[in-house]
Antibody, heavy 119, light 111 residues
Framework: QVQLQESGPGLVKPSETLSLTCAVS?????????WGWIRQPPGKGLEWIGS???????YYNPSLKSRVTISVDTSKNQFSLKLSSVTAADTAVYYC????????????WGQGTLVTVSS | QSALTQPASVSGSPGQSITISCTGT?????????VSWYQQHPGKAPKLMIY???KRPSGVSNRFSGSKSGNTASLTISGLQAEDEADYYC???????????FGGGTKLTVL
């Protein structure tokens, strides 16, 4: 069974960089599929942040592209998100998920982790 | 403001059928058969219910069905059950620049 688990600080100061990692078990990232990040502000809807292929190819939400970096570490079977210059508007539950080449098919999700941006 | 437009809420009684609409544009829903639907219960991660407009993943009840006409996709739930009460989100591919867009979500209440 494929499982994803997000980890990282739950509190980040404004203007700093948010860093999260998603550990994957039950499936080797090197075997294929795409790996993405989606966030959900409290009480609001879902927003796709970006995705990465096991080869390292990335694509990002244009509205966040200037601040986002997604990377993959196949040796640790995990991928990571960095979001720079955060503000209170970046406060959200951050999910990692797997999807196929049909990019809207997110079939496995992590449980999500709440990141609050506050001083 | 979300890229795809969904009604904020819908409701139905047990056993009834309901339909949730998802309206996009000719740049997303209207151009690609890559619309998916997610169910989200409070405090839980979203769950894939429909992909590629009308396909159901293994394990998803056949009470859930999807369709598309022009720039609008729809999710229909038949034989409503109490456990169907949740938020539902549509998602569409939007081309090689924008990639993925979600709807604002619809809260389904089972009366």
């Amino acid at each position: 069974q494929v499982q994803l688990q997000e980890s990282g600080p739950g509190l980040v100061k404004p203007s700093e960089t948010l860093s999260l990692t998603c550990a994957v078990s039950g499936y080797s990232i090197s075997s294929g599929y795409y790996w993405g990040w989606i966030r959900q502000p409290p009480g609001k809807g879902l927003e796709w942040i970006g995705s990465i292929y096991h080869s390292g190819s990335t694509y990002y939400n244009p509205s966040l592209k200037s601040r986002v970096t997604i990377s993959v570490d196949t040796s640790k079977n995990q991928f990571s998100l960095k979001l720079s210059s955060v503000t209170a508007a970046d406060t959200a539950v951050y999910y990692c998920a797997r999807h196929s080449a049909t990019v809207t098919e997110f079939d496995y999700w992590g449980q999500g982790t709440l990141v609050t941006v506050s001083s | 403001q979300s890229a795809l437009t969904q009604p904020a809420s819908v409701s139905g009684s047990p056993g009834q059928s309901i339909t949730i609409s998802c309206t996009g544009t000719s740049s997303d829903v209207g151009s690609y058969n890559l619309v998916s639907w997610y169910q989200q219960h409070p405090g839980k991660a979203p769950k894939l219910m429909i992909y590629e407009v009308s396909k159901r993943p293994s394990g998803v009840s056949n009470r859930f069905s999807g369709s598309k006409s022009g720039n609008t996709a729809s999710l229909t739930i038949s034989g409503l059950q109490a456990e169907d009460e949740a938020d539902y989100y549509c998602c569409s591919y939007a081309g090689s620049s924008t990639h993925v867009v979600f709807g604002g979500g619809t809260k389904l209440t089972v009366l």
